[in-house]
């Protein structure tokens, strides 16, 4: 005979394992297409598939994967939000909230706003309701569904909610963020980064044997991939694209004494290596090739350092680390492949600067002064138009986080993202519209030394995040750069130079202001990348581009355990 275990609701499903899943296991259910909602029922995870209509119940340690709704799909389809209190289960579909149990199917009308819902949570007699285009998470007595107040949303995108304790959980699919506000308030107390992009349902998972609770998130998205058509006319292989869609755990960490929470990293091999190959003939005596090292940071923390190739020293340029590969003479077609491989551990950062904890900062070093206001790398400061630029980006704002902010809303404004043939000064980009990462990073350090904000380049490289290809060579297409501000009084925290400017004239993310995803290595902190220099005077005959090929290349060994993390 079939075992079988019962939801209180009087619904009989398969068994399912009441063991919560392995810390860092990604939960794919079988036959789901976009999970819009996820949460838990005592040990049972039950997702909603908004393509299908499937109410699912999911195992979390072996995938397994039941429908609970087999006559009644109609009703879910286009469904999100999935929240459950006291086994009655609660669902958005366009703008309307309902309610309903598995005994007896049938939906009930809740509530209807003028604009359409996405997210849902129930707390005892509260129900909190959030809608991307009102900008605003609703609150209602449940039994009289009289609105009782609401609370602004702290990002710009569509969002899901889960309520722990007085705390409000808000997950915004396109600031990749997961926010923790006050359920009563929506003063904000830290937020955190996810691994994967767009995040669709938030659940926590209860009583653990760790004794605290797990965080869920669900992502759906679609995903390019490579068909084999043996029909195409034009050759086997096209173009195509499916559904992609997960479930994992996001564990966190904040420390407010220092001001970030980190959340999920990984540990990663990065290689970087140069093959000599001049386009022409060249000789040199006294050669010294240096190449940044990782950096030790709040979210890197750097396993191992090894030589590829040929041995270097280390020498440290203004804090960094950077490997010096010496060569007596360099004659004409001699070949050579020397770089370094690093182990690091890699985590995603949110700094957690609130615009009154910056308000009365203390004056900015005068050795940063000297350094980090200064136009040291063709930025065009002292023109008419950047000067104008820098002026009208802040207005009258003295704060140090608007003023940066403002800054970067005014260039995400003017700019759109395009790769370009060569760097070109910010008064050149900003007439043109159109600029690279480096070019924004100009335009952007540009604008804020001018106006008093210590910035500096960082880079170099991203990993490709597909932290699921595990023990694979995984090689990024192109390098990238962002930048770092200076707050007095506390420190750099980062910024991203691009990746952010998603939404034509904005309300733009914040997802990459004081924050960095896991997959971002951070090398070179305002110093160069590489430099070459012969008999100690710097090369200037022949650029580093026309006399070697570099090769980078990332590989995910493992997912970061949480003990390694703290939980929140």
């Known amino acids: 005979m079939r075992s079988e275990t019962v939801l209180s609701t009087g619904q009989p499903t398969p068994s399912a394992s009441s063991k919560p899943a392995t810390p860092n296991r990604t939960i794919r259910p079988l036959a789901a297409c976009v999970v819009q909602g996820i949460s838990f029922v005592r040990d049972e995870l039950i997702a909603l598939d908004s393509v299908r209509g499937y109410l699912l119940q999911i195992d979390p340690n072996t995938d397994n994967t039941t429908i609970l709704n087999p006559l009644n799909v109609d009703e879910l389809i286009g469904a999100e939000g999935l929240t459950v209190w006291n086994d009655t289960f609660w669902i958005a579909r366009e703008n309307s909230v309902y309610f309903f149990s ?7 009308h809740f509530y209807t706003l003028p604009y359409p819902v996405n997210g849902l949570a129930v707390w005892e007699d509260t129900v909190y309701v959030s809608s991307q285009k009102a900008g605003y998470i609703h609150i209602f007595e449940r039994d009289s569904r009289r609105l009782i107040t609401r609370l602004p949303l702290p990002g710009v995108g569509p969002a899901a909610l889960a309520v722990r304790g007085e705390d409000l959980w808000v997950c915004d699919r396109i600031e990749q963020t997961v926010f923790c506000i006050d359920r009563a308030t929506g003063e904000p107390r830290f937020s955190v980064l996810t691994p994967f992009e767009s995040p669709t ?3 926590f998972q209860p009583n653990t044997p760790a004794g605290a609770d797990v965080l869920f998130v669900s992502y759906a998205k679609e995903e390019p991939y490579v068909r084999d058509n043996p029909n195409n006319p034009d050759g086997a292989y096209e173009l195509s694209f499916r559904d992609r869609t997960f479930i994992h755990p996001l564990h966190f960490h904040y420390d407010p004494s220092a001001h970030y929470a980190l959340s999920n990293g990984y540990l990663v091999e990065m290689s970087y290596a140069e093959e000599l190959l001049p386009l022409e003939e060249v000789l040199f ?18 396993r191992s350092i090894e030589p590829i190739g040929r041995p270097f020293v280390e020498e440290d340029q203004n804090g960094q680390r950077v490997a010096v590969f010496h060569f007596n003479t360099l004659k004409p077609n001699e070949r050579h492949l020397f770089g370094w491989k690093a182990q690091l551990e890699i985590r995603a950062i949110k700094y957690q600067f609130t615009f009154d904890d910056v308000a009365n900062v203390p004056d900015l070093p005068a050795d940063y002064k000297a350094i980090y206001l200064v136009d040291d790398d063709e930025l065009a400061m002292d023109t008419p138009v950047i000067q104008a630029a820098a002026q009208e980006a802040i207005g009258t704002e003295t704060n140090i986080l608007r003023k940066m902010l403002k800054i970067r809303n005014y260039v995400y404004d003017r700019l759109s993202y395009a790769l370009t043939s060569r760097i070109d000064t910010p008064d050149v980009v900003l007439e043109r519209g159109i600029g690279s990462c480096g070019e924004y ?5 540009a604008l804020a030394r001018l106006n008093g904000i210590a910035c500096r380049t960082v880079g170099r490289y991203k990993c490709p995040p597909t932290p699921e290809q595990r023990l694979v060579p995984l090689e990024p297409d192109y390098n990238h750069v962002w930048l770092e501000f200076f707050i007095p009084g506390f420190g750099w925290v980062p910024m991203e130079s691009n990746p952010d400017d998603i939404i034509e004239n904005g309300p733009y993310p914040t997802r990459f202001f004081m924050g ?9 902190k305002g110093i160069p990348f590489e430099t070459l220099t012969a008999k100690g005077e710097p090369v200037e005959t022949v650029s580093i581009g026309e006399l070697a090929i570099n090769h980078v290349r990332f590989m995910v060994l493992d997912e970061l355990p949480p003990a390694d993390l703290g939980q929140a």
């Open 102 to 108: 598995l005994e007896k199917f049938s939906l009930q």
């Open 201 to 203: 349902g938030i659940a």
């Open 285 to 302: 005596e006294d050669l010294e090739w240096r190449i940044a090292l990782p950096a030790e940071t709040d979210r890197q923390k750097v």
């Open 441 to 445: 990073v100009g335009l952007l350090l």
């Open 516 to 524: 960095l995803p896991w997959y971002h290595a951070e090398i070179a």
